[in-house]
């Protein structure tokens, strides 16, 4: 019996051992990308420009280069003079600049033959085969 318990010991120790082992050579998804481990690794400053647009009531403002610029305020020369959903309105010295937040994204009207065209049409069922399968009949 001792000789049993022995061995369904050793074998849970060694299949416990051999789990851990195999775990080992698995990459930790959580861990940082090695560039931001390596010492001295040169680490990308965030893109500048217009980061962020805080619209609420009547408080408006736009985080530009990581500063947040209230409307009516000045980032550098320049003065934030609008700001919308998706961009906002500098002017300076050397007149107006429109930052976006999605400058590579263009923004293009609906086609408005689509808008009007008409759904398809679903068939419906009859109104006593919508009750039999909602209320089945009762046994008399």
Known sequence: MVDGMSRAAWFGLLCAVSGTVSAENL???TRPPAVLEAPGAVVDKPSSGLQSVLISGNHRAAIIDGETV????????????????????LQGAQGRQVLSLFPSVKITKRDSSMVD????????????????????????
Not at 117 to 140: M, T
């Open 27 to 29: 990459p930790d998804p």
């Open 70 to 89: 209230e409307l009516g305020k000045k980032h550098g020369d320049a003065k934030l003079i609008e700001v919308n959903e998706g961009n906002v309105v």
């Open 117 to 140: 065209a008409p759904l398809p049409k679903v068939k419906q069922r009859s109104a006593k085969r919508k009750a039999k399968q909602v209320a089945p009949e009762e046994k008399k």
